[in-house]
């Protein structure tokens, strides 16, 4: 018990270790701490200049390089807005090419090798590839504009420094069909002519493109992906315009320019209700998809950025003047001795000779000149000059196309002071508007009086078919009176019915219209020899819906708007009859 | 006494995991009282104390807490997969979305191309097509708005004269 007690008191008080051990093992357990030590110093330090190199002196290096291997760029194809006609028909769409640069200094096979691969994908001589790879080391551009289905090609060939960069190509499906409506894009992708130009806002859409991770297999790691990133808007810009319309009008325009070897014609068809264009052709035109192959002059559409002086067109807009100012009345009689005395001047009619005492409704049948001068001088001048202003001749129609220029007529002083020039403007010379301008004008006494701003933007619709945008309309100020109109177009019926624009007759159809041979004015001053045909269309007379105006510019031959410009009018009326459906009119019988 | 008592009971440290203190310190109790009073006859402690409740719901939640911590391992497992599968998927399902739009954009410019073509050709001479014309075009009248005949009244007729029984 004693012992035992004795070991539980050793137990309680242990002599120090220490004391215990030698002093020449504690010596070498203090070596080997301090080496220990010594060796954990230096694997810190170790580590830490490793650290200091990793992060500091290589940091941006090696980050910018694990940021290259684990993160890639996706980018969706966004492409600038397509366009459509008024049933849905493409016009222009964007689609996905590639440039194709090679980098010789990155090739793992001999150039040889990669010029023979290259060679029938991109349709070029293995030789000429050769000699692009001894040009530089890096960089070179072998081709662009390549189709998908040959970058593809491209792809699977699995060569080490080949790049393919993508980009968008506009792409117009017509051709040349509605060229001069749609205009085109650069290689910057930006709209230089028409609708791409003018609507470049509404086309546009933003690239958009995120940076995402990568897993090791390559496979995308789409955590850091905006919300809504992939639902790209599939709104389309649809106009107003009808392909097999434009087709129609742009045929028989250019059957007529090669029968009367004319420079340069144009087609509108306008709904005067709204001012809205069914086609709108000017010949000659370009191939969008080519354009740098074409002349610069043929961007852009004359119809709206040429003057002319339209000539008896523009009789039945003095007539409905005349008549809404009350100066006149419908059945009032004119004197037409076939010529008249102006100042110095002699005014005559085109067809030679006078018709006696007619009306106005004559007057329009005959388009005589003689029986205009009469009609106008009844109208004061500055009224007369007023009701030209009202018309906004020295403006632009609003249309939503680029370059629209600015009608001309004299100033106000000259005009009202100038017999002469009174005398001139009543048959439609001595002012100058675009053809689309005329357009808009007739268009006022074929809808009632009002003033339709034109347009060929429909707005933007989805797949579905659902407007999500309308461009802001003008408002139409009103022009005529309905009455005047009505009795303007009964006169017009005439003229196709029985005058100058039998030519345009449809049977079962009634139809107005009028005819007009115009001078150019030369660049010396006065008129030159050149002649400018035009013949307006209106159908149908009870109701009236559509306006179809043809401009032909420098026929040879029988420059007569009856002769030249008529049946073209007359073709696209029978192709919008179809076209539209419009049935005959009730009470008249073919 | 030439040697010290030696203890009966077992040291602390080599006491049987399963055994309780109370029950342990009953038992060397016991011990010692057999010890100390030899000649007395052994009695038996009622061991059976009742044990709290908590105590009963400390050692069921000690015998089933590795479900729970099993069926979280398995759950967290199942999540991290999902994050990594899913991923894998959108890109798989991404790679399949261009894929079709390009087909969809290929088949559109494909077939306005394939339409002007046609109607290019449609033009020729050689087509022996003809442009549509109001002359060779069929014009239906529209039948005249037919009379609304009214309907025929509720039919009134006579309710068949059944014979009544009156009575037997």
Known sequence: ?590 | MSAAPQPLAPNRRHRPRNIHPHIANSRQGTQFHQLSVVSTPVERLSSSRPLPLWWHALIWLQRTSWLGCSLLAIAAFIVYAQTVYTQQLWGREYRKLAALQRQERQLTSTNALLKNHLATLSNTKDAGLVAPKPGNAIFLPAVPQRQLVPPPAHPTTAEPITSVPLGY
């Open chain 1, 1 to 590: 018990m004693k012992q035992k007690l004795r070991t539980l008191d050793n137990r309680r008080s242990p002599k120090p270790i220490a004391n215990a051990r030698p002093p020449r093992f504690q010596n070498h357990l203090t070596k080997r701490l301090l080496l220990i030590w010594v060796i954990a110093i230096l694997g810190g330090m170790g580590l830490a200049a490793n650290l200091y190199r990793l992060q500091i002196l290589e940091g941006a290096k090696l980050s910018k390089k694990a940021q290259q291997q684990q993160t890639t760029k996706l980018s969706p194809f966004v492409p600038r807005r397509p366009i459509a006609d008024r049933n849905g028909n493409l016009l222009a769409i964007d689609r996905p090419v590639y440039t194709l640069y090679a980098h010789p200094n990155q090739f793992k096979k001999p150039p040889e090798v990669v010029a023979a691969k290259l060679a029938p994908i991109l349709l070029q001589s293995s030789e000429s590839l050769l000699g692009k790879f001894r040009q530089k080391k890096s960089g070179i551009r072998l081709a662009n504009g390549i189709k998908e289905e040959t970058a593809d090609l491209i792809t699977k060939l699995q060569t080490n420094g080949l790049e393919l960069l993508p980009d968008y190509a506009r792409f117009y499906p017509q051709g040349e069909l509605v060229a001069d409506i749609i205009g085109y894009v650069d290689g910057e992708h930006r709209g230089q002519a028409g609708i791409e130009y003018s609507q470049e806002n509404v086309l546009k859409r933003a690239i958009q493109s995120v940076q995402v991770n990568r897993s090791g297999n390559g496979a995308f790691m789409p955590d850091k992906i905006p919300e809504g990133f992939l639902h790209a808007d599939d709104l389309q810009l649809q106009l107003t315009v009808d392909t097999r319309l434009q087709r129609a009008a742009r045929l028989a325009l250019k059957k007529q320019m090669q029968e009367s070897q004319a420079s340069r014609g144009t087609v509108i068809v306008m709904d005067v209700r709204d001012g809205s264009l069914l086609a709108l052709v000017a010949e000659p035109t370009y191939d969008p998809n080519q354009y740098s192959k074409f002349d610069i002059s043929l961007f852009k559409n004359w119809a709206l950025t040429d003057l002319y002086e339209p000539g008896s067109t523009f009789k039945p807009l003095n007539i409905a003047i005349a008549l809404d100012s009350g100066a006149v009345k419908s059945d009032d009689t004119f004197n037409d001795s076939g010529q008249i005395q102006i100042g110095d001047r002699i005014i005559k009619n085109a067809e030679g000779g006078g018709q006696g005492t007619i009306t106005i409704a004559q007057i329009l049948q005959h388009s005589s000149n003689v029986g205009m001068v009469k009609i106008m001088r009844q109208v004061p001048p500055q009224v007369h000059y007023s009701w030209l202003e009202k018309m906004r001749l020295g403006s632009k129609t609003g249309i939503d196309l680029p370059f629209e220029a600015l009608g001309q007529t004299k100033n106000a002083q000259e005009f009202t002071h100038s017999l002469i020039e009174r005398a001139t403007a009543a048959f439609g010379q001595g002012l100058a508007i675009t053809p689309i301008h005329l357009a808009q004008l007739l268009a006022a006494i074929a809808n009632g009086g009002k003033l339709v701003t034109p347009h060929v933007v429909r707005g933007l619709f989805d797949s579905q078919g659902q407007m999500y945008w309308q461009p802001p309309f003008s408002p139409s100020p009103p022009l005529f009176s309905a009455e005047t109109t009505q009795k303007v177009l009964a006169m017009m019926e005439i003229v196709v019915n029985q005058g100058t624009g039998k030519t345009a007759r449809i049977p079962g159809y009634r139809i107005g219209g009028k005819t007009g041979t115009s001078q150019k004015a030369s660049l010396r001053g006065g008129y030159s020899q050149a002649r400018i045909a035009s013949f307006v269309g209106i159908l149908p007379i009870e109701s009236p819906r559509y306006l179809v105006l043809a401009v032909v510019d420098e026929p040879k031959g029988s420059v007569f708007g009856s002769t030249v410009a008529a049946p073209v009018v007359k073709s696209v009326m029978e192709a919008l009859i179809t076209i539209e459906r419009i049935p005959p009119s009730a009470n008249k019988k073919s």
